[in-house]
Every structure is written in C-alpha cells, then in structure tokens.
C-alpha cells in the first residue's frame, strides 16, 4: 500500500504547525488560527494510505478521513466562494439528491480530494486577503447577512470540530493520537 507522498500536503508547512500569534490584530488572530487548524487536519492524515483514509474507523458512523477531507473541501468552497464572495460555482461532493455523498462516496482519489482541498483553501485565503473583516456575505435561501469576522469564527469552529473526529479516526486506524 502506497502512502500518499508529503509532496501532496501543503508545500507552505513542513514538519509541525506554525502556532497563530497571541498578541497581534484581530485578523491575524483569526486567519493564523484558521490555519492552524486547517493544518491540524492535515497532519492527522498525513502517512496514511488511500485505504485507510477511507477507514470508517468508529462504527455507525459514515465518517472517514477521506470523507472529512472532501467534507472540509465542499465547505471550503460553500462558505467562501458560494455564499461570501458570490461565486456562481457548483457544489462539490454534495447534490440534493445525494447530500453526504462527502462520506458515504470515498471510493475516488485520495490525491485529487487533496489537491481540491488545497485549491478551495488557496481561493478561502484570496477572498479573505482581499475584504475587510466587516465585509459581507448572504446565506442562500434566507438572504441573512453575515460578516467576514463571524465567517472565519464559524470556519474555525468548524475545523476544531472536525479535528477531533480526525482524533478519534487516526487512533481507531493505526493508534497514533497527537497533532
């Protein structure tokens, strides 16, 4: 079994996680946190084979590390693109018809969920780069307003979330715990 190679994972990190900074602005508190979380993530997955990455390791759940991974891509792209920055893209690993084909469809490339991921993380970065943290997006269907600083609150919370089921998945597959 092929692990998938440390080319594959951020080139702008190696080795560990640069920690956000603790006296800084607010932006930077938030964009270096989002980061590092981001990077949390990826570290937990980091040596694993594409079986493994597939493991649903914690039984009834759907959930593997390959499905968090495409999860974290499609919100990646929603939140960003879709709902702050108005980009008429399609949504990924989702379809009303089928709407957690995120986990339950881990059956494709392992390396082409991780250059999405990248990708849909560089084009979060450039929206971001580019507003100011009062800057607003509209949620689709209810049109309610949301700023950019609630975006990347919300994001880091949903990377923390998700961070800890990548805990529990990395353990159940080959007990390593840390990151």
């Not at 594409?50 to 759940?61: D, K, L, N």
């Not at 990646?76 to 399609?90: L, S, Y």
């Not at 990924?92 to 849909?120: C, I, K, M, N």
């Not at 609630?150 to 923390?160: D, G, M, N």
């Amino acid at each position: 079994m092929d692990t998938i190679p440390e080319e594959n994972y951020s080139p702008k990190w190696s080795g560990d996680r640069p920690e956000a900074p603790r006296l800084a602005d607010e932006r930077e508190i938030l964009t270096s946190t989002l980061d590092w979380h981001r990077r949390t993530f990826e570290l937990k997955c980091q040596g694993l084979t594409p079986e493994q990455m597939a493991e649903r390791a914690v039984g009834p759940s759907t959930m593997s590390l390959h499905g968090l991974l495409r999860h974290l891509t499609g919100v990646e792209r929603w939140w960003f693109r879709i709902q702050f920055a108005g980009e008429d893209v399609p949504m990924l690993y989702y379809s009303d018809e089928r709407p957690e084909q995120d986990f339950e469809d881990t059956g494709g490339d392992v390396e082409a969920a991780w250059v999405a991921w990248h990708e849909e993380c560089e084009r979060s970065r450039a929206i971001v780069a580019k507003a100011t943290l009062d800057d607003t997006g509209r949620t689709h269907g209810s049109g309610e307003p949301f700023s950019l600083r609630w975006l990347l609150t919300h994001h880091i919370a949903e990377y923390a979330r998700h961070d800890g089921h990548a805990d529990l998945l990395r353990e159940s597959i080959d007990g390593k715990t840390g990151h």
